[in-house]
């Protein structure tokens, strides 16, 4: 049975221990938050903020802040692995311009919604009066065409590949 990184009485090295090559002492700040089967989640930490800067993190804070305060921790440095540059900050503003595309395409659906339940609306109460097969044909087509081309999807700026890999872990 594992209990924070240890196995039945002898002592096994968290994977921050492991990554700096020392002896992981029972009373370790990393054990509870980085256990030995997720070496990578440590290294990414240790990459971005150093294991010095980590620990005083960890030890400043209390007990019931420190689990997310490493799930911050390595959220952010996956982040920053990824896109040295922004960050985290870089993933905000892309799932920003997402909702704001999403937002669009749901506010020209409601449009079009309202538009055709006008045009059912003035067909039944007007019958013979502006439907499609009164108009001539040119005029019918280009009204199919307008709408049909008012209607797009900004789902192609969504970098489907990263959609399914996520930042808390690697």
């Given amino acids: 049975m594992k209990e924070n990184g240890r196995?039945?009485?002898?002592?096994?090295?968290?994977?921050?221990?492991?990554?700096?090559?020392?002896?992981?002492?029972?009373?370790?700040?990393?054990?509870?938050?980085?256990?030995?089967?997720?070496?990578?989640?440590?290294?990414?930490?240790?990459?971005?903020?150093?294991?010095?800067?980590?620990?005083?993190?960890?030890?400043?804070l209390p007990e019931h802040q420190r689990s997310d305060a490493v799930s911050s921790m390595v959220y952010?440095?996956?982040?920053?692995?990824?896109?040295?540059?922004?960050?985290?900050?870089?993933?905000?503003?892309?799932?920003?311009?997402?909702?704001?595309?999403?937002?669009?395409?749901l506010a020209i659906a409601q449009a079009e919604v309202v538009h055709m339940r006008m045009r059912q609306y003035v067909s039944t109460s007007n019958p013979g009066t502006s439907s499609p097969e009164n108009l001539p044909p040119a005029a019918a087509s280009s009204k199919f065409m307008s709408s049909q081309s008012k209607s797009f999807f900004c789902m192609d700026m969504v970098d489907q590949g990263n959609m399914a890999e996520s930042l808390w872990s690697y």
């Fill in 7 to 60: 196995k039945n009485g002898t002592l096994s090295p968290c994977a921050a221990c492991k990554l700096l090559r020392r002896r992981c002492a029972q009373d370790c700040v990393f054990a509870p938050y980085f256990p030995a089967d997720e070496p990578q989640k440590f290294a990414s930490v240790h990459k971005v903020f150093g294991a010095s800067n980590v620990n005083k993190m960890l030890q400043e």
């Fill in 76 to 105: 952010e440095a996956n982040a920053r692995v990824r896109d040295p540059v922004y960050g985290c900050v870089g993933a905000i503003s892309s799932l920003q311009q997402q909702i704001d595309c999403l937002q669009t395409q």
